[in-house]
C-alpha cells in the first residue's frame, strides 16, 4: 500500500511544486514506484516534468468529474518509476463544481484510493490556497511535507497552514500527520535565512527535516527544461539536497508516523 503525501501550504512561491516534482524523482531513482498528481490549474509540476499543458486530452479534472477512472490519466516521464497525472486550467472548474457535490471533501480520497496499490508514494502538488482541491489533498493525503520559504513572512504562513491540518484531522481526516517542514530556498550568505531557519527550528523541533534546500539556480532552470533537477545537474546542490530529502522520506516511512 503506498503512503500519499501532499506538499501543502497557501502561500506561493514557497517551494511546492519544485518539492513535489524534485522528491517524485528522487524517490524515483531510489527504485521507488511514484505517482505525482498535480493538484495546481496552473499546471507547472506538469509542464515541469515535461509535458505540454496545452495540448492535454485529460486531466484530473477528469478524475474530480467522475469521467473517468484516475488509472487512465496516469502518463509516463523520462523517469521508469516516476508517472504523472497532469493537470491544466481545466481544473478552475472543479474547485467549483465540487461545492456542490455531497462528499465535496471526498472526491480525491476516493478516486486515489484505487492507484495506493501500484505505487509507493503518491505526491500531491497543491495550489497556493486553502481551497478545496487542498482541502482534498489534506483529505485524501496520509501525510503533508509544509515547505517553508527562509524569509521574513514565514511563520505567520506556518500557523495558518497547521491551523489547517489541525481541523482537518478534527473532521476529516483524523490520521493526517506531518511528514515535516521543510525549509526551501536557503541562502547560508544571508543572515536573514539563517535567523529564521533557527526560528523555525527552535519552535518545531524534530518536526523539521535535517535536510534544507538550498537557494540554487540549477533548481530554478530545470523545469523550463521540463525536467527534475536529477536529469539537469545531477551535480548541483539543489539535485544532492532533495536526494538527502527522499532518502530521510524513506526513513520516515520505515519508522511509521512520527
Ligand atoms: N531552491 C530553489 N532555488 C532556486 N529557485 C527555486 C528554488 N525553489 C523554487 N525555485 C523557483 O521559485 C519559483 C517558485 O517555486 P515553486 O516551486 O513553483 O513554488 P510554489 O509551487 O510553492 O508556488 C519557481 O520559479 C521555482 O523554479
Ligand atoms: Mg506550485
Known sequence: MGKIISITNQKGGVGKTTTAINIAASLAVAEK????V????QGNATSGCGVDIKALNTSIYDAFTGNRNIRDLVLSTELKHFKLVPANIDLIGAEIELIDHEYREHVLHKAIGKLRED?????????PSLGLLTINALTAADSV????QCEYFAMEGLSQILKTIDLV???????LFIEGI????FDSRNNLSHQVADEIRGHFKEI?????????VSLGEAPSHGKPIILYNINSRGAQSYLELALEVVKNDKKGTR
Open 33 to 36: 514506484s511514484v505517482l505525482l
Open 38 to 41: 498535480d493538484l495546481d490549474p
Open 119 to 127: 505505487f509507493d508514494f503518491i505526491i500531491l502538488d497543491c495550489p
Open 145 to 148: 511535507i509544509i515547505p517553508v
Open 169 to 175: 484531522q478534527n473532521s476529516l481526516n483524523k490520521d
Open 182 to 185: 521543510l525549509l526551501t530556498m
Open 208 to 216: 523539521v527535516f535535517n535536510s534544507v534546500i538550498p537557494r540554487n
